[in-house]
Structure formats: C-alpha cells, structure tokens
C-alpha cells in the first residue's frame, strides 16, 4: 500500500512539472504569442508632417481606424503628425532604423533612394485628375510601385489623390521670365530642383515646418505645394500672389518597408492593404475632386491675387526636360503620356 503511495505522489508531482514547462513556454516573447493565435497588440508608428486639418492628415485618421477596426485592435497605428518624428526626409530613412514604421507624404521624397520615385514630380504630365487616376489607379501606377519596392525596399500601400501644386509669391509671375533669381523653397528632390532651374529660378530646398518662417523673414520669396496646403498653412498671411501653374500633380504615398511589412502577419498585411485603399483613399479623392474651387474662393477672399497664366509658355521652357535630365524615367514617363 506504502508503495503504490509513493508511486501516485511521484506521478502527481510529474504532472505538474510539466504543467508548469508547458505554461511558462506559453508567455514567452510576443513573436511565439503571436504565431499560436494570441491577441498581443502590436503598434505602428506613422508619421507625417502636416496640420490636423490638411486632408491628408484627416485620410490618415482614417486609415488609422480602419486598420484598427479590421483588426479587432489587434493593430493599432499611432499617428505622429505636423513633422514631431522629423521631417519627410527623416521619416523615410526612420523607417530603415525603427524610429518609424509607416510614413504618408509626398512621393517625389522616395526619390532619395529610387531611380524610379523620380517620375513623381516630373512637371506637366497629367492632362485632368482623371488622367492621374488612371495611371496610379491602374497598371502603370502597379509597375511604379514594384520598381520602388525592388530599388529601395519601400513597399507602397495605396496612392492617394492631391490637387495639382501652384506657384505662392511676393510678387506677380506671368512668364517663365518673372521667376529669375526668385528664391522658391521646393521639397529635397533632384526633379524639383532641376525642373525649377530650368524655369529661371532658384529652388532652395527646405523642410515644410520652416517654410512659413521663411517666407515671413524674405529668407525665400515663394514656395509651391496644393490649394488645401496652402490654405491650411495660411501662407497668405505671408505672400500675396497665388499663381495657378499647376506644375505637377503628384500623388500622396503610404509607405511602410518591406522588412517591417513581411514581419506582420498575413492577416495584418491585409488589413493595412485594404484600409491604405479604402476609407482614406476614398475621402483624399473626394476632398481634391471637391474642394479646389472652395480653397482658392477662401485664398482670394483672404486679400491673395490669383494669376492665371499661359501654361504654354513654362511647358515649352520645360520640353525635352525628362529626356535630357532624368532618362532613366522616360519609359515610365511615356506610359503616363499614353495613360490618359
């Protein structure tokens, strides 16, 4: 009796060593808790640079629920907003060292680490918004990414509608003659700069935070960006002249790298895929298809003079542009042309 006793007592404390090994091993580091099925949250940072009130950074409040809410919480995005991770330029590069993990701007920025990216801001090759939706709505737009994503290892989610970008300066521009020595600030993009020069003036690269101060110190005399940018910035308190160039049309990016992306699970890559092109997207091209004519109403209103001018007379400055400075793009830059 003595004996079967002791054998059911060692049985017992047997079992419940091994209970124990089995339930330390399930709270081990999250990526174990993850891969059995556990609802660990996992967050994203994304920044961007704009004010609250831009469109785009409504659409990433969009984004940011939609994600949150395919995933039942399981993914939560923080939103770091008007340039307080850095500017464009850093929240690219944060996402190579973890300081951010999604960024949403301008895609002329990616051109810094792709060939490709310099199609972005290439001055005067949509006819309408229509002929921009066709391209990075469609095939065209579907090649771009992948050539980005194969040169940089920046995987863009979703392209998003913006206004074409128009001349802000202290004086009247008419013709590619007036914007001699203007000191313009544009983004840090060899397509803008060279495009600019080519146009007579001279780009001065510049982080959007500081553009307002510039502009009030005359440390620049213009900038050029979209109506709901220009707007929201109040660069009419500091600049009276509003030309409608409308240069470029460049899209709004969501950008995540491919080694941040290929870490989720697959269930969580789909979820940002569908909210990068649903809800934001949605309201980025509805606000942009509506809300121009309203942004350059509120402008004028608020004491800018809007110059129309011949278009013609900075296209032809510019022809030849892409063959003769960024040939590596004029593939892609024909099929854009052929797009419409």
């Known amino acids: ?3 079967w006793l002791l054998n059911v007592s060692v049985l ?32 994203l940072k994304l920044g961007h640079v704009w004010p609250s009130s831009e469109i785009h950074a409504q659409a990433v409040q ?28 850093e929240l690219l590069e944060g996402l190579k060292i973890g300081t951010a993990d999604i960024w949403v701007g301008g895609a002329g920025v990616l051109s810094g680490s792709s060939t490709t990216a310099q199609i972005f801001t290439v001055p005067f090759m949509f006819d309408s918004q229509d002929h921009f939706d066709n391209v990075y709505n469609g095939e065209v737009g579907e090649e771009i990414s992948e050539r980005i994503a194969e040169e940089s290892g920046n995987r863009i989610l979703s392209y998003l509608a913006r206004g074409a970008r128009m001349l802000t300066v202290d004086r009247e521009v008419n013709t590619p003659e007036d914007l001699s020595g203007l000191k313009i600030r544009v983004p840090d993009s060899p397509v803008f700069v060279r495009s600019w020069e080519t146009l007579g003036a001279a780009p001065t690269p510049m982080a959007f935070g500081e553009v307002f101060t510039a502009l009030q110190q005359g440390v620049i005399d213009g900038q050029e960006n979209p109506l709901s940018l220009i707007y929201n910035s109040k660069f009419n308190e500091v600049v009276d002249y509003l030309v409608k160039t409308e240069h470029v049309r460049e899209p709004i990016t969501i950008v995540i790298s491919d080694s941040t992306f290929q870490a989720l699970s697959g269930e969580l890559q789909d979820a940002l895929i569908q909210a990068a092109n649903g809800e934001a997207k949605s309201f980025a091209s509805e606000e942009v298809n509506s809300g121009e004519e309203g942004y350059l109403a509120s402008l004028e209103e608020a004491g800018m003079t809007i110059i129309e001018p011949d278009l013609s007379l900075f296209q032809d400055k510019l022809d030849g542009f892409v063959e003769s400075q960024f040939p590596d793009v004029l593939d892609i830059h024909e099929k854009i042309i052929n797009a419409n």
């Open 12 to 43: 017992l404390v047997s079992m419940l060593f091994v209970v124990g090994c089995s339930s330390d091993e399930s709270t081990g580091d999250g990526g174990e808790n993850a891969s059995n099925g556990s609802t660990e949250q996992q967050v």
């Open 62 to 89: 969009k984004f940011k629920e939609e994600v949150e809410d395919l995933t039942d919480g399981a993914l939560k995005i923080e939103i770091y907003e008007n340039g307080s991770l850095g500017d464009d330029g």
């Open 1 to 3: 009796m003595k004996k």
